[in-house]
Structures are given as C-alpha cells and as structure tokens.
C-alpha cells in the first residue's frame, strides 16, 4: 500500500483528513492500523551507533513521535514536542531565554502561565510584563533590546479576549522577537497561529485536542528547523516528556477533534444566547457576539467561536456564584476545560487563584465570574441545567 504521505501531501489534505491520518502510517511490523503503544524505555542496537532511529525513550519514543508529526501536521507546522503537560511546555520556551531577557506577555491569561512566569522564572532574572493586547499597538510600549518574547493567549483565559495574531506578528518580525501563541482554546481546527505569522505554537492536548479528560499533556509546534532543534534539545536535555500511553490517548482523541469541535462550538453559541438574555447574568463573553469587541478579528482569524464562555452575576456576589455552581447537575464543577463533557469553574478560586485580587480585577475577573466550558451533550439538557442553576 502506497504511504499516504506519498499519496496526498499533508499540506493539500483537509483537516478531518489530517486529524485521522497525518503523521501516521499502519505498524510495519503487524499491519496494525492503530500506533502501537511502545511500552519501553531502550532499545537494541545492532553495534554501537546501529539502532533504526531510537536509542531511548526520553529522547524519543515511536508513539510520542507519531503523535509530535499528528499535531505538527494539524498546526501546518513542520516540528512538534509533546510534553508531560502543558506548563511544561511552556517552561521549556521559557528555557530559551537567559538572564536579563524579558517577556511581553497578554495580561489576561491562564493563572498556571501567570505563575510560571512570576513564581519560577523572574527569580531567574527574566522580566515580565502584562499588557492589554487587544489594542497590538500596546505592545510597542514595553518592547526595548532586551525583549526576546512575546507571549500572547487568544482567545483569553477566562475573558474570551481576540488578539490579533497577524498584527502581533508584524510587530514581533520587526524587533526580530519571538512570538508564541497559546492556541489551546480554539484549537487548530479553529484556528492557526503559525498560518498567522507566530514563532512558537503551545497546547495543553489535556483539553480539547486530548478531549476525554483522561490525560494530561503539552506540546509546542514550529516551522524553523533551528527552533525545532532548540525545543527538542531542552526537551531532551530536561525530560519533561509524555508518555507512550498518554500519547495513543490523545492520537485517538485527535481523531474525532474535528467532530467534537464543531459540536462544542454549536452549543456554545445557544449557551452564550441563553445567557445573554438572562435577568441574572450581568456580563456575557464569547467573542461569536457582533458587539464582542475582538468579533471582526476573530472572524478574520478563526473559523468558529468556540465552546468556552464566561459569565458574571448581576450584583457580583461571590456566594451567588458558589450557589449557582453548587447547583448545577449536567454541569461538573471541576479544574480543567474541553472535554465532551460540560464543565463549569470559578476562575477566583480554581484557575486564577494563584493571580493577585488586584491584578484579576484589572482584566474583569471578578468575584461572581464563572467559566464554562461547552460539552458535546443536547444542548437543552445544558440549557436547562443552567435555567435551573440560576432560579
């Protein structure tokens, strides 16, 4: 059987075709049509230096690496890393930098990434700065000759914030900065980064790209063969890996990402709906909204709105929002997003409590916000989920 490689370049497939089959061939030992899951941690060698491509499981593993091509190939990236979560991932971008470097990053974005930055790599003399990117231009402000990154999520975490990609990247190629996205909310499926000008694209595959919350895991994706060999030096060098487990985990979940992704995004829009027209709720985000503020740029830059929408309470009382949480059946109050079940969380105490009071009001995180994100379940048993959470 002809290679599908061979038959059909990955960059003409279209992207159901590439979540089922980039990267990926049958077992050439059994015909397998699954990747084998390469349970081991050494290989034989013929002699010494005679091995067929593998030598050790922490520099490389045959079902890692059949995932890294899978995702790299769904980015139309030409280099992937999978890591053991996504904060590794990040930790291993952050690995590039030296002391004195300093960092741009959006200033609305996932707690875990804010504490990396602060907790872990400032004590190591890399300076951050948090700023307000749905205007790119803000950027220009903190840029200076020791800026070595830019670090940009969109959408947000938890505020649904657009930044624009493209804007961003102009600015980065013109002070010869890296620029890296977190596009683990939208997905590739929604959209793709390094189509857009960006350096550097990270996921956490836990959630959508994984999509059974049964993993957790990392990976970063580029085009420049030096940066490739960077990411996977430190990946080496640091160990931070995913295991053969993991990766068949999410190489089987990548396969229905395509499906699951439109679904979630369908009921996020009759979600975000229902809640606008709420008497309770105060404030909606979700950038599908023709008022959102980034609603043209993210019509511009992806190809749906997503699943993930938040929410605040008229009154802002953080009891209301432990009660409307307590409430809810359908719904699972729990850490995490993406998965075919529906989740609902309280970013001031779960994912952005490691961020400052002061600093989360600043992007809107207030006490009463909830995040939810979209499953795959009928959307009227969501709907009436929340109906019920909210009398």
Known sequence: MLPIHEFMGSEKMKFGTKAIHAGLEPDEATGAIMTPIYQTSTYAQDGVGGHKGYEYSRSKNPTRSALENNIAALENGTHGACFGSGLAAIDCVLKMLN???????????????????????????????????????????????NTKLIWVETPTNPMMNIIDIKACAKIAKRHKILLAVDNTFATPYLQKPLDLGADIVMHSVT??????SDLVMGALVCKDDQLGKEIHRIQNSSGAITTPMDSFLALRGIKTLH???????????????????????????????ENSPGHEVAKSQMEGFGGMISFSLVGDKLEEAHEVLKKLKIFTLAESLGGVESLAGHPVTMTHASIPKEER???????????????????????????????
């Open 361 to 391: 009001e600043k992007t809107g995180v207030v006490d009463s916000l909830i995040r939810l994100s979209a499953g795959i379940e009928d959307v009227d048993d969501l709907i009436n989920d929340l109906k019920q959470a909210l009398k």
């Open 207 to 212: 959630k959508y790209l994984g999509g059974h």
């Open 259 to 289: 499906l699951r992704m439109q679904r979630h995004c369908e009921n996020g829009e009759i979600i975000a709906n229902f809640l606008k027209s709420h008497p309770k709720v105060d404030k909606v985000y979700w950038p599908g909204f």
């Open 99 to 145: 002391p004195g470097d300093e960092v741009i990053s959006t200033n609305d974005l996932y707690g875990g990434t804010y504490r990396i930055f602060k907790t872990i790599f400032e004590k190591y003399g890399i300076k951050f700065h948090f700023v307000g990117m749905e205007n790119a231009d803000n950027i220009e402000d903190y840029i200076n000759e």
